[in-house]
């Protein structure tokens, strides 16, 4: 039972332009949503995260909106650079689950110069 | 946010032999970290949640006996993966829950240790 899933693997953007990942979730009940990012053989970093009392969080050139009656979050990126090229994961916790993530199947971002 | 560092980074061991990955929180004390792992092109999945002073705690389908874990301090804890078999290679991360500060609501993660268990 997938709670948190990515359905786009992959996505290929140009530098300049805008980066839009989603992902989508199941449990209701989640309450904290995060991304990270990952490049090969190391460990995610942490780079956004929203609460469900928001519906829209922004930190530099990174943009979360989290629209819950759809179940739906998405990662903007503005503009885009080839630096940001990574995998990028959704990942989702509950009101009882601190600290435990349940993570979507990540994005692999292309950005290309 | 919070330094967590893994060792070793790779490991290459024959089947049957036994592994210790190491996890240190560098800049705060961890009653609790979490042990992820990550099979080629899939999510993260959660192994155990290693708890100081006591019992670790196993999520379903992950074999207990199979994956030690022991919190020894307050900045250190060991996985080992006993008895390794080809289907145990995979990427191990452990993580740490932020401070108050931070936001205990995040993770902050190890650079991963990749085993390959010939």
């Known amino acids: 039972d997938q709670q948190v899933k990515q359905n786009s693997p992959s996505l290929s953007v140009q530098e300049g332009r805008i980066s839009i990942l989603n992902c989508d979730y199941t449990n209701s009940m989640f309450d904290y949503f995060l991304w990270y990012k990952k490049y090969p053989a190391e460990g995610p970093t942490f780079l956004i995260s929203i609460s469900s009392i928001k519906d829209k969080n922004e930190d530099g050139r990174f943009t979360v909106f989290l629209n819950k009656s759809a179940k739906h979050l998405s990662l903007h990126i503005v503009p885009s650079q080839p630096g940001d090229s990574a995998v990028y994961f959704c990942a989702a916790s509950g009101p009882s689950n601190t600290g435990k993530l349940i993570f979507g199947q990540g994005t692999t971002l292309q950005v290309k110069p | ?118």
């Not at chain 2, 919190?71 to 080992?80: M, Q």
């Not at chain 2, 008895?83 to 995979?90: K, L, N, R, Y």
């Open chain 2, 1 to 118: 946010g919070a330094v967590v560092s893994q060792h070793p980074s790779w490991v290459i061991c024959k089947s049957g032999t036994s592994v210790k990955i190491e996890c240190r929180s560098l800049d705060f004390q961890a009653t609790t970290m979490f042990w992820y792992r990550q099979f080629p092109k899939q999510s993260l999945m959660l192994m155990a949640t290693s708890n100081e002073g006591s019992k670790a705690t196993y999520e379903q389908g992950v074999e207990k006996d199979k994956f030690l874990i022991n919190h020894a301090s307050l900045t250190l804890s060991t996985l080992t993966v006993t008895s390794a078999h080809p289907e145990d290679s995979s990427f191990y991360i452990c993580s740490v829950p932020g401070d108050s500060t931070s936001g205990n609501e995040k993770l902050f993660f190890g650079s991963g240790t990749q085993l390959s268990v010939l």
